[in-house]
């Protein structure tokens, strides 16, 4: 490796950084003698109680800093979040998204990645296919939990037809690696019909139950399918038959498994019980919401959080009119949390309105595929009182602007109405529905690392 060193990109004000006289622009080029790859292993090797660090400053001047940190932060965010290139994903998912994206878009969103480290990083899913026994190695040794996996199915031949990656089957070998090595993991399978369901569908639960307790989870979610889908594979949509059998096949391994294993361990996610029209699951059944951000109990969650706020409200005459909008998934939750709040707040008037994807097809139900094209023009001639309400999941993260890069700014400019953007909790939503929410967006500058140990 070159003596290039890491870029620091900002110093924390109070930091030990800060401390040393570390500044912007300066390169970190070595911890104890050992050249940095990327940002695990600055992380690995930081978590110490004394560390000699070798620092080329702005000028060019290099030093060697002698740090008693006692195992604390040394307060440095890097230019770049991983300290490396990206790794571009091999693969031609037949159900990737990216590839029914239209043209035109922001050119990070046809950016496909499938880099590990992400996973740790971010909660992304990788396939394992850029996977390296070196990559393997550096897991064990740094104890990177848990990493998560998008599997699809354990039959090898089919997982190379649905990845169009020859290695795609060899590639589900890593997980008996991880699964040796003791690494925690949790597993996706994206739902194609006539595909990986029905009878493939149990083999890959019954085979990936076999790693538990290190595969703590596997959630299972229905493909997602735009309207661009011209020349690729002929993906059928998730009915409401598929939905039900789907819920029953999955429903029954829990059972299973929760008397075997004490988990519940493989899940729908909340689009699959709204296509069957079957109720939610009782919260115990989530096993503590390991699989919320793959729309896993999301919808659960929410309830039980706007109960328990509400709970601690005593309610008002307080008059108002605000607006709520969201995607057509979400919208009858969203209506009847509304109604608990009316019941406490009688005065107020709150019109939710579902927003129907035009851009990327009637298919897309989810709120964090709403563009805002699609909210100016279903929203321009509504009653939307002195605010309109919108998740923060319809936003890039850190940033006020749409998929289709129409900003906040100019949707208020559109519609001539305060928005709100709220963040994903029952007590904020109830919250921001009750109170305007401050100016500004939460910032997240960087990359937080989740459920790492380094030891």
């Not at 037809?161 to 060899?170: I, K």
């Not at 997602?224 to 598929?242: A, Q, T």
């Amino acid at each position: 490796m070159s003596r290039k060193g890491h870029k620091i990109g900002a110093v924390d004000p109070g930091s030990i950084a800060e401390a040393l006289e570390l500044e912007p622009g300066d390169c970190v080029l070595s911890i104890d003698g050992h050249e940095l790859e990327d940002i695990f292993d600055y992380e690995y090797y930081i978590n110490s109680e004394s560390i000699v660090m070798e620092v080329r400053k702005a000028d060019g001047e290099e030093w060697e800093l002698e740090i008693e940190n006692g195992y604390e932060d040394l307060g440095i965010t890097f230019e770049n979040g991983l300290m490396s290139e990206y790794r571009s994903c091999r693969n031609q998912c037949v159900f990737c998204f990216i590839d029914q994206m239209p043209p035109g878009m922001r050119e990070t969103l046809y950016f496909k990645d499938d880099d590990t480290r992400l996973s740790f990083l971010q909660g992304n899913y990788v396939t394992l296919t850029n996977l390296s026994d070196y990559d393997v190695e550096r897991i064990i040794k740094f104890k990177l939990a848990p990493i998560n996996i998008s599997v699809q199915t354990t039959n090898s031949e089919l997982r190379c037809e649905m990845l169009h990656n020859r290695f795609a089957g060899q590639a589900l070998k890593r997980i008996d690696e991880l699964y040796e090595a003791g690494v925690p993991m949790n597993g996706q399978i994206v739902l194609c019909k006539g595909l990986n369901d029905g009878e493939e569908l149990e083999r890959t639960i019954r085979d990936l139950s076999k790693y538990l307790p290190y595969m703590e989870s596997v959630s299972v979610v229905p493909v997602g399918l735009s309207k661009f889908r011209d020349g690729l594979y002929p993906l059928r949509p998730i009915e409401k038959e598929d939905a039900a059998k789907t819920i029953d096949l999955i429903e029954r391994w829990q059972k299973k498994l929760f008397e075997e294993h004490g988990t519940h361990f493989i899940h729908a996610s909340d689009e699959f019980y709204i296509l069957a029209g079957r109720p939610l699951p009782e919260e115990e059944r989530y096993d503590g919401y390991i699989q919320l951000e793959n729309g896993v109990g999301m919808l659960r969650l929410l309830e039980e959080e706007v109960e328990s706020a509400l709970q601690e409200l005593q309610g008002d005459e307080t008059e108002a009119e605000i607006s709520i909008a969201t995607g057509q998934l979400a919208a009858p939750f969203i209506e009847r949390h509304v109604n608990s709040i009316r019941r406490k707040y009688p005065n107020f008037t709150i019109h939710v309105y579902p927003i129907r994807n035009y851009f990327f097809g009637e298919q897309i139900t989810v709120a964090g595929l709403v563009t805002g094209q699609d909210l100016i023009g279903q929203l321009k001639d509504k009653r939307l009182g002195s605010r309109l309400l919108l998740p923060e999941c319809m936003f890039r993260s850190g940033e006020e602007v749409f998929l289709d890069d129409i900003t906040r700014g100019e949707l208020q400019k559109a519609l001539q109405v305060k928005v709100d953007i709220v963040k994903s909790s029952g007590q904020d939503f109830v919250q921001a529905v009750l109170h305007p929410v401050e100016e500004g967006s939460p910032s997240y500058e960087g990359y937080e690392l989740k459920e790492i140990s380094y030891e």
